[in-house]
T-cell receptor, first 113, second 112 residues
Framework: NAGVTQTPKFQVLKTGQSMTLQCAQD?????MYWYRQDPGMGLRLIYY???????DKGEVPNGYNVSRLNKREFSLRLESAAPSQTSVYFC????????????FGPGTRLTVT | GQSLEQPSEVTAVEGAIVQINCTYQ??????LSWYQQHDGGAPTFLSY????GLEETGRFSSFLSRSDSYGYLLLQELQMKDSASYFC?????????????FGPGTRLSVLP
């Protein structure tokens, strides 16, 4: 039981490049989330998917797109990376949309130069 | 919308007790959660309070007062491995409480 997995672990991009962060969970959870965490700050929600087939914007969605590929997988795409998107990105899942416990992946450390 | 406040840093010695406070402003409230995050690691769930009072889980306890919009995490018998950041989080009333808003985090340093 791997829990929540994310790839890649580290990535360096140049301004204007695009990339997709991958996330998968094997806990049969309905809800999945993407957060970003900047140094010394809490987690800010980018997008979430309450259930398979649905996605909604969170607090900081600009510059990102998401795809809920199936129940297991939820990807985050940066179409044209900017230095302001340098951050650590965490994917999380929960059993239901209103579950109070979320399970987090190990994170992707992204640097945009 | 929601906003949460936590102290930025707390320092304590091994074996001591420390309390990390969290105050929140919310247009709707679905409960207060606490997460722990070690440097370079992922957040992990610690506890949840949906109702007023104290919840105890081993060395950790969490308290909630909904009338005061206030909660705290209490860590007893501190160990070096407790050095980490601690985040409180509330459910956002928007979108029917389907996502969390996290506080800025409190960095706990445990000294020998």
């Amino acid at each position: 039981n791997a829990g929540v997995t994310q790839t890649p672990k580290f990535q360096v991009l140049k301004t204007g490049q695009s990339m997709t962060l991958q996330c998968a969970q094997d806990m049969n959870h309905n809800s999945m989330y993407w957060y970003r965490q900047d140094p010394g700050m809490g987690l800010r929600l980018i997008y979430y998917s309450a259930s398979e087939g649905t996605t909604d914007k969170g607090e900081v969605p600009n510059g990102y797109n998401v795809s809920r590929l199936n129940k297991r997988e939820f990807s985050l795409r940066l179409e044209s990376a900017a230095p302001s998107q340098t951050s650590v990105y965490f994917c999380a899942s929960s059993e239901e949309p209103r579950s109070y416990e979320q399970y987090f992946g190990p994170g992707t450390r992204l640097t945009v130069t | 919308g929601q906003s949460l406040e936590q102290p930025s840093e707390v320092t304590a010695v091994e074996g001591a007790i420390v309390q990390i406070n969290c105050t929140y402003q919310t247009s709707g409230f679905y409960g207060l959660s606490w997460y722990q995050q070690h440097d370079g690691g992922a957040p992990t769930f610690l506890s949840y309070n949906g109702l007023d009072g104290l919840e105890e889980t081993g060395r950790f306890s969490s308290f909630l007062s909904r009338s005061d919009s206030y909660g705290y995490l209490l860590l007893q018998e501190l160990q070096m491995k407790d050095s980490a950041s601690y985040f409180c989080a509330v459910r956002d009333r928007d979108n029917y409480g389907q996502n969390f808003v996290f506080g800025p985090g409190t960095r706990l340093s445990v000294l020998p």
